[in-house]
């Protein structure tokens, strides 16, 4: 299996604040990776996939980069909606499987 | 939009089997793939495997010798039965419908099944 290691575990920020969050795979994904925010007592929603492309709908200030075995969310300027936690999920081989998650938190 | 939602018994014995099903509305079941994925309290997610409309399934091989994944056409909806569960079963269970480039873009909203005598 494809082991998925997100960091940092919890991360806490202020309003329009620049936040990154990374993902790193144990095999080379290339672009196969997926990324989803989810709310407390709430579905997973997803947010990008192929490493950067935006779903539709969602806010431009979400953004997805990388390749291979290291790739980073960011979003450009922290807004209250945000809070969550984030899962980057790897779509290259099954078993599909996903980070530890990082807790966003609002200061 | 395609909507989800799981429904099953929220209370298994152990030793027993969990069986839950994701009915599929405002869309057809069909042409696509479909999976379930959990959730134990306070942590990550897990893929358990998906189920195709023409029945071919694949499954977390961590999961494997316990899983099944069945589709019923005609009412729109797929099963999961997870046997021989223990308290390490205890999951929200949710249903996915799972794009072709394999990540999950509808959810049904989850269904918590506690494992416990």
């Known amino acids: 299996d494809i082991q998925m290691t997100q960091s940092p575990s919890t991360l806490s920020a202020s309003v329009g604040d620049r936040v990154t969050i990374t993902c790193r795979a144990s095999?080379?994904?290339?672009?196969?990776l997926a990324w989803y925010q989810q709310k407390p007592g709430k579905a997973p929603k997803l947010l990008i996939y192929?490493?950067?492309n935006l779903q539709s709908g969602d806010p431009s200030r979400f953004s997805g980069s990388g390749s291979g075995t290291e790739f980073t969310l960011t979003i450009s300027s922290l807004q209250p909606d945000d809070f969550g936690t984030y899962y980057c999920?790897?779509?290259?081989?099954?078993?599909?499987?996903f980070g530890q998650g990082t807790k966003v938190e609002i200061k | 939009q395609v909507q989800l939602q799981e429904s099953g018994p929220g209370l298994v014995r152990p030793s027993e089997t969990l069986s839950l099903t994701c009915t599929v509305s405002s869309g057809s079941i069909s042409n696509y793939y479909w999976s379930w994925i959990r959730q134990p309290p306070g942590k990550g997610l897990e893929w358990i495997g998906y189920?195709?409309?023409?029945?071919?399934?694949s499954y977390n091989p961590s999961l494997k010798s316990r899983v099944s994944i069945s589709v019923d056409t005609s009412r729109n909806q797929f099963s999961l039965k997870l046997s021989s569960v223990t308290a390490a079963d205890t999951a929200v269970y949710y249903c996915?419908?799972?794009?072709?480039?394999?990540?999950?873009?509808?959810w049904g909203q989850g269904t918590l099944v506690t494992v416990s005598s």
């Open positions: 189920i195709y409309y023409s029945g071919s399934t």
């Open positions: 996915a419908k799972e794009r072709s480039d394999s990540t999950f873009e509808y």
């Open positions: 095999q080379s994904l290339s672009t196969w």
């Open positions: 999920q790897q779509h290259h081989s099954s078993p599909y499987t």
């Open positions: 192929g490493a950067s």
